[in-house]
């Protein structure tokens, strides 16, 4: 029997790593082993084909959709492409751009790939090289084998706010990557009543990225945006742009939203910001609810005399 290291053996620059004993074996051939057949072929189900087929051509930024996103054991990096090649991708800079700001909610340190050493085969790699989805490794924690304490209070908690950005970001991952982000997003009151205007609270902020080395540059913010119970890009969701013009990169207000006409039960606020590239960023959202002005039903007892006929 033998073993094959999955992050050297999808069919991206795949080289052959020779040893089967060895740690980096990159398996017989390019995508050989079960486990990334499976996964690629998820993957190729689910993304269109965002690329040409030569490593230089630039992906589409205003127009590609997806995610990838692979965890990997040990170093506390964010990782992105390429790997192969000390030539930077020809996204380099967007792919930068969401790296730094992975890596402010994980702490990890963002690099490119063959700043910690070049590898063929890797599925970041494979992912943007094939079909340009940002492609990225988050290699967490400090051990192959990680304590549970540290597990539980540290790489998990912090790991998921960072793969949640990344679920924000991924319908347009390469321009709302650029774009501010809503914080402290809160109701001065929940619920509220028919036709009660909700009082919003946010920060809308552009600082949020890595300082690791030179870090990224932030932007002034300009607008917010809200629509209810759809996002701003569904048709019909009508959102109501409130300008700012901040003279600064993070800013917290406080704005009012009409509820009119709104059925009661629960509903879904979302709100945006901008900054000065003109730049949207990826929405933040807050549940709702309306509830009825007439009183409860309460149970009703009626007492009836007792008659008693005694014989």
Not at 159 to 188: C, F, H, M, W
Request: negative net charge.
């Amino acid at each position: 029997s033998r073993g094959a290291d999955l992050n050297r053996n999808y069919p991206y620059e795949w080289e052959i790593i020779p040893g089967e004993c060895g740690e980096t074996y990159s398996g017989p051939t390019a995508g050989s082993e079960p486990e990334t057949v499976a996964i690629t072929n998820y993957v190729l189900s689910i993304f269109p084909d965002q690329k040409g087929p030569n490593p230089n051509d630039p992906v589409n930024e205003l127009n590609a959709t997806g995610m990838f996103v692979d965890l990997h054991s040990y170093s506390r990096l964010v990782l992105w492409p390429w790997g192969y090649t000390y030539d930077t991708a020809p996204n380099d800079a967007s792919l930068r751009m969401m790296s730094y700001k992975f890596a402010y909610y994980n702490g990890h340190d963002p690099q490119k790939s063959t700043e910690l050493y070049p590898s063929t085969g890797s599925t970041d790699d494979w992912a943007y090289g094939e079909l340009g989805v940002p492609g990225f490794c988050f290699e967490v924690g400090d051990s192959f084998h990680q304590s549970c304490s540290v597990f539980e209070n540290d790489i998990n908690p912090n790991n998921q706010q960072a793969l949640l950005r990344a679920i924000k970001i991924a319908r347009k991952p390469y321009r709302l990557a650029y774009g501010p982000e809503v914080t402290n997003l809160s109701l001065d009151t929940n619920p509220i009543l028919p036709g009660q205007n909700l009082v919003v609270n946010y920060t809308a902020n552009d600082t949020l990225y890595s300082s690791y080395e030179s870090g990224i540059p932030s932007q002034n913010i300009i607008s917010i945006r809200y629509s209810i119970d759809k996002p701003s890009w569904i048709s019909g969701s009508n959102p109501t742009i409130i300008p700012i013009n901040a003279q600064v990169p993070t800013y917290s207000g406080t704005f009012t939203a009409s509820t009119t006409g709104l059925a009661l039960g629960q509903h879904t606020l979302f709100v945006e910001s901008v900054d000065q590239s003109g730049l949207w960023g990826p929405p933040t959202a807050i549940f709702f609810t309306i509830e009825s002005t007439d009183p409860p039903v309460t149970d009703q007892y009626f007492y009836l005399p007792l008659i008693m006929n005694d014989l």
